[in-house]
């Protein structure tokens, strides 16, 4: 069994103008309210490739009743920790640019985080535990880790969507993948990328420090995925791109979906980049006839240092 962890979801509030003016008062052209957070994105992703899965998280008040009522709506199965507080609104704002602004987050009582981490008593070896998004502002930076320990205990996998020394400080737990996109793994290393050699060469030191596969998104311009034999890489199909909210969250789930299915990391590879795309090319996150579509334009090469 998959399971994802948004321990802070969200309300995205999407909302469109033809020009956004600071300063004065703008008016919608249009407006919609998406269930949120990178957990519950990649177990949307999921659901579309029928992968069984559950979803995880802290989610609380009338913003909370929304998001999983939304969710029950698409039949995704949830069994979140109930919280006092209201799930936060995230604003994400599409005019002549995008611009997107993310809520804090409620405060969670040592109460509902000690719920929260009963439900991990279920896991058992071949379930993977997928670890998305933001934490909330009283959990302590070290939550995560926290919950990699009960994760290990129980024999089960992880996989890890963060960034920085946080990131660093999981790969000797060795995540099933991990996934960078260009931008952070340079950021990581504090250098700068001229070509595609210096990204395979700095992708290769995560997995040199344990994690199990290297995947490296780079929007409009694909991907790489590093093997401890091979790597791979692909250019992104062509489109037009309606949507860059989410494209990591479903190649996330593209990958690890067909991972647990096949084990096989080349097809995961390709399922994680068509679901990438997809969703890029959708008003909302991909549907499965999208991905689908998507699928055989993916067009993978290895890619030989020398
Ligand atoms: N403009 C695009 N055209 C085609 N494919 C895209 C585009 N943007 C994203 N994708 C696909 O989705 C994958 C993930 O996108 P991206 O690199 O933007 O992830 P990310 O930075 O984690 O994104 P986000 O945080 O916005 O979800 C890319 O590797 C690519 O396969
Ligand atoms: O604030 P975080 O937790 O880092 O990111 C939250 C978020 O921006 O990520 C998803 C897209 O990846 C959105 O659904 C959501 O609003």
């Not at 005019?95 to 405060?107: D, F, L, S, V």
């Not at 990581?188 to 990328?193: E, H, I, Q, Y």
């Not at 860059?244 to 593209?254: K, L, N, Y």
Request: charged share 25%.
């Amino acid at each position: 069994m998959i399971y994802t962890v948004t321990v802070n979801p969200s309300i995205d509030y999407i909302v469109q103008l033809k020009e956004l003016t600071l300063g004065q008062v703008n008016r919608m052209a249009y407006d919609t309210k998406l269930p949120g957070g990178k957990g519950i994105n990649v177990s949307r992703i999921l659901k579309e490739l029928k992968q069984p899965n559950t979803a995880w998280g802290f989610i609380g008040g009338f913003t909370g009743k929304f998001v999983e009522g939304q969710l029950r709506r698409q039949n995704l199965q949830t069994d979140f920790t109930e919280i006092s507080a209201d799930t936060r609104i995230n604003v994400k704002i599409k005019a002549q640019n995008e611009t997107e602004i993310n809520g804090q987050g409620p405060e969670v009582s040592n109460t509902e985080i000690a719920k929260f981490k009963n439900k991990f008593s279920v896991l058992h070896a071949g379930d993977v535990v997928i670890l998305s998004g933001s934490l909330l502002p009283n959990l302590s930076s070290d939550f995560y880790f926290e919950l990699i320990e009960l994760i290990k205990a129980h024999q089960a996998e992880f996989v890890i969507d963060t960034t920085g020394e946080s990131l660093l400080k999981t790969l000797k737990e060795q995540p099933l993948v991990v996934k960078p996109n260009h931008h952070e793994l340079a950021e990581l290393f504090g250098v700068k990328f001229d070509g595609l050699k210096d990204i395979v060469f700095y992708g290769q030191k995560l997995l040199e420090k344990g994690a199990k596969h290297v995947l490296i998104s780079m929007a409009g311009d694909g991907g790489l995925l590093i093997t401890p034999t091979k790597t791979y890489y692909s250019p992104a199909p062509k489109g037009k791109v309606i949507n860059s909210v989410g494209a990591g969250d479903s190649m996330i789930a593209g990958f690890v979906g067909t991972y647990a299915a096949t084990h096989d990391p080349l097809e995961s590879f390709k399922y994680g980049l068509a679901c990438g795309s997809a969703t890029a090319f959708s008003e909302d996150l991909a549907d499965n006839k999208k991905i689908s579509e998507i699928l055989p334009q993916i067009k993978i090469e290895e890619f030989k240092l020398d």
